[in-house]
């Protein structure tokens, strides 16, 4: 065995084995300087431009799965339970209920005043989460949830709430995903809270002088079966600009913007 040629051997491996690892460390001191250096970019931009938002805007990337949802299809024996009501099923997948004796609630509306009825009232009414008060339309409406993330704007997962001029509840309507589970074991990364946040931003969706809430992980419609629906995860944004409010949705995979944005909302959480 030559010797010297061994010794040759091993010392080229191991300078090679070197640049390598240099050049690795490098690239990856390079990279965290560069999305340090966007953080700080983007830091500044807002700034100068007096947008508030929240600081502690997540980068870690966690994965998420997609979800199939089957709206309810009621029958006269859901109605049963419905105490002090008229209920009816129209079109097979909506209950519309007027109240014998209607439900006055506060002036300056909380959520939890209606948590008891919605208990005990109505078809799984603890898996609707509060929405929105529209007090020009008289309506307050709550979403389905799936493990406590909203379905947003959902025709076939909510609650409408029907007041009259003496801020009473009257009659309310429903619909109901009945069956709602993941569409397989495998999941994808999803978008980092700061990674959508910077996506708004740079999509010109957050004027001078606004404040942005932080962001809120629901679920919107990605593909409509016939049967039943595909949701997606999705981003919501509350983007304040003076009395005026927006709403954005962002599709926690893909990245785009879904056209069901709503303004001036009288939200009294928030």
Same mark, same amino acid.
């Given at each position: 065995?030559?010797?010297?040629?061994?010794?040759?051997?091993?010392?080229?491996?191991?300078?090679?084995?070197?640049?390598?690892?240099? #050049?690795?460390?490098? /690239?990856?001191?390079? !990279?965290?300087?560069?999305?340090?250096?966007?953080?700080?970019?983007?830091?500044?931009?807002?700034?100068s431009e007096n947008i508030k938002y929240p600081k502690d805007l997540s980068n870690e990337v966690v994965r998420e799965p997609y979800i199939e949802a089957v709206a309810k299809k009621f029958k006269s024996?859901?109605?049963?339970?419905?105490?002090?009501?008229? $209920? /009816?099923?129209?079109?097979?997948?909506?209950?519309? #209920?007027?109240?014998?004796?209607?439900?006055?609630?506060? +002036?300056?509306?909380?959520?939890?005043?209606?948590? +008891?009825?919605?208990?005990?009232?109505?078809?799984?009414?603890?898996?609707?989460?509060?929405?929105?008060?529209?007090?020009?339309?008289g309506t307050i409406t709550y979403f389905q949830t799936y493990k406590d993330r909203k379905i947003y704007n959902n025709t076939n997962g909510m609650i409408v709430f029907q007041l009259n001029q003496s801020?009473?509840?009257?009659?309310?309507?429903?619909?109901?995903?009945?069956?709602?589970?993941?569409?397989?074991?495998?999941?994808?990364?999803?978008?980092?809270?700061?990674? $959508?946040?910077?996506?708004?931003?740079?999509?010109? /969706?957050?004027?001078?002088?606004?404040?942005?809430? /932080?962001?809120?992980?629901?679920?919107?419609?990605?593909?409509?079966? !016939? +049967?039943?629906?595909?949701? $997606?995860?999705?981003?919501?944004?509350?983007?304040?600009?003076?009395?005026?409010? !927006?709403?954005?949705?962002?599709? $926690?995979?893909?990245?785009?913007?879904? !056209?069901?944005?709503?303004?001036?909302?009288?939200?009294?959480?928030?």
């Open positions: 065995m030559d010797w010297s040629k061994t010794k040759t051997i091993f010392i080229v491996v191991f300078l090679i084995l070197n640049v390598f690892l240099v #050049s690795s460390f490098i /690239r990856k001191v390079s !990279e965290s300087n560069l999305d340090t250096l966007g953080q700080w970019t983007i830091d500044e931009q807002l700034k024996e859901d109605l049963k339970d419905l105490k002090n009501q008229d $209920a /009816r099923i129209m079109n097979e997948n909506t209950i519309n #209920s007027v109240l014998k004796d209607p439900l006055p609630i506060s +002036e300056k509306f909380k959520p939890e005043e209606l948590n +008891e009825f919605m208990k005990v009232n109505m078809i799984d009414g603890d898996k609707y989460s509060y929405w929105d008060f529209d007090k020009e339309k801020n009473e509840i009257v009659s309310y309507t429903q619909t109901m995903f009945d069956s709602i589970k993941e569409l397989s074991d495998e999941q994808k990364p999803i978008i980092t809270p700061f990674s $959508a946040f910077s996506n708004l931003y740079n999509t010109q /969706r957050i004027p001078a002088g606004s404040t942005v809430e /932080r962001p809120v992980l629901g679920y919107s419609t990605f593909v409509p079966w !016939e +049967e039943s629906q595909v949701l $997606a995860p999705t981003w919501h944004f509350v983007v304040k600009n003076g009395d005026e409010e !927006e709403d954005y949705y962002q599709n $926690a995979f893909e990245g785009q913007f879904l !056209e069901t944005s709503t303004t001036d909302k009288d939200k009294p959480l928030e």
